[in-house]
């Protein structure tokens, strides 16, 4: 009697693909090959990628579930059944890693129903030759799509969706008259001194949405402020109806430049200081920042909170040591942690963390067993390295030696982390409340 093996079925369809790649149409050639192979292929075998691209496993998700339960023990299916080894992946390092990973850790192999190869040494050369194909397909592909946007663009005609404040109308764009009049006030705004966070927020007080229906926060704003497709220009050629005059954006240009230079748009600041990771907005709940010189809540400087809460770094740090210092006064800081203490389980948490991605990439696909095994060795072994313990038990140091302007940042970062829960900063009512742990 014949032996009636399990299978998985794999279809992938991209945007790009015509009717005869269709989910049905690839079920269809999948299932007729199951039924003349003696294969038994259940629905909630059957694992669909619809509108994604084969270029990158990381982006199927189907397909990393489907890796995902082939590693399971014992395994739920023997082969894998798909239309075309394209479906598969068009990216032969994809291909390779994840077939080698199938046929050696798991003993399930990969059949292309319409392209049959047979088992012999040669099929391996016919294989390798139908995947390469493929990729150049996919490259070529790629690269003559770029190719046919840039001879559009040179010719002023659309390459992307109409943006707020145009629809398209037989290839081109043309204004949409409710949406810009909204253009038109952003740019009026910009101009009469208003920041881009600041026309955020009144446009969501107002019920203004962006093109997709979302409130605006400053990056949509900047945007839509920098995009030269207002002026009626697609690429170099004049294409349309200007929503604003060239003289306007080239002043708005011209005041982002001028509020570079004075540096007004820096990066929230990533080296350590003592405030970070404590304080919070008092409107919204969201993180108080460091931003060069000044604090100030990261959502209000995306334009998501309505309150500022600027203030500089060091009249906010030097109010809340005098507050830490006013709660306990001569009394020993009654930290539960040592500040070597912290930063040793700080270091075993990131480990940890780094320990959870790697079973989570072995789970996905992403690596293999034997790599698996090697990474999750040294990690344990980086675990169980012998760290000098400082003891604890209660309050061993005050306020001023603990934050001596000797310590670094990140020490002090440390030391108010191990005892302050969080910090509420008020500037409306100019009130700073700290929460502490109880110890």
């Known amino acids: 009697m014949q032996t009636i093996h399990t299978a998985a079925a794999y279809i992938r369809v991209s945007t790009l693909d015509q009717t005869e790649y269709s989910p049905e149409s690839q079920l269809k050639a999948i299932r ?14 059957v694992f ?3 509108g994604l691209s084969g270029r990158s496993a990381q982006r199927r998700p189907e397909f990393l579930r489907m890796i995902a339960m082939a590693k399971t023990c014992p395994r739920p299916f023997d082969v894998i059944l798909l239309w075309k080894y394209s479906r598969f992946a068009r990216s032969r390092e994809d291909s390779v890693v994840y077939k080698a990973l199938l046929r050696r850790e798991c003993g399930i192999q990969v059949v292309s129903v319409s392209e049959p190869v047979g088992q012999d040494k040669l099929s391996i050369l016919i294989e390798a030759m139908i995947e390469a194909m493929d990729e ?3 490259l070529n592909l790629a ?22 404040g ?3 109308r ?8 409710e949406h810009a009049k909204t253009v038109r006030m952003i740019f009026r705004m910009f101009l009469d001194g208003e920041s881009a966070s600041g026309i955020a927020r009144r446009l969501d007080a107002i019920g203004l949405r962006t093109k997709r229906g979302n409130p605006f926060e400053t990056r949509s704003v900047l945007y839509l402020l920098r995009n030269p497709v207002y002026m009626g220009y697609i690429g170099d050629t004049k294409a349309h109806e200007a929503l604003v005059a060239p003289e306007d954006f080239r002043r708005v240009q011209e005041r982002f430049a001028r509020v570079s230079r004075r540096g007004r748009h820096e990066a929230p600041s990533r080296e350590g200081y003592m405030l970070r990771g404590l304080v919070r907005c008092s409107a919204c709940g969201g993180m108080i920042v460091r931003t060069g010189e000044r604090m100030q809540c990261a959502a209000y400087a995306k334009g998501r909170c309505a309150v500022s809460h ?3 770094y060091a009249a906010l740090e030097a109010r809340i040591l005098s507050r830490i210092e006013r709660d306990f006064g001569e009394e020993r800081i009654p930290f539960c942690e040592a500040p070597r203490e912290v930063r040793e389980k700080n270091e075993r948490a990131q480990i940890q963390k780094r320990m959870d991605r790697l079973r989570l990439a072995y789970e996905d696909g992403i690596i293999g067993l034997n790599e698996f095994s090697v990474r999750r060795n040294e990690l344990e072994q980086a675990l169980m390295l012998p760290r000098p313990v400082q003891a604890c038990g209660g309050a061993v140091r005050t306020l001023p030696v603990l ?3 000797a310590q670094d940042g990140v020490w002090k970062n440390a030391v108010l982390l191990a005892f302050v829960k969080e910090i509420i900063f008020d500037r409306t009512a100019n009130r700073i409340s700290v929460y502490y742990f109880d110890v």
């Open 32 to 45: 007729d090959y199951a039924l003349h192979h003696c294969l038994r292929l259940p629905e909630d075998l």
């Open 48 to 50: 669909i990628d619809e």
């Open 136 to 138: 150049y397909y996919s």
């Open 143 to 164: 690269e003559e799509v770029r190719r046919g946007m840039a001879e559009k663009r040179s010719r002023g005609e659309p390459v992307s969706a109409p943006p707020l």
């Open 166 to 168: 145009y629809r398209m």
């Open 170 to 177: 037989q290839g081109h764009f043309v204004p949409d008259p």
């Open 310 to 312: 600027s203030i500089t």
């Open 403 to 405: 934050l001596g302007s």
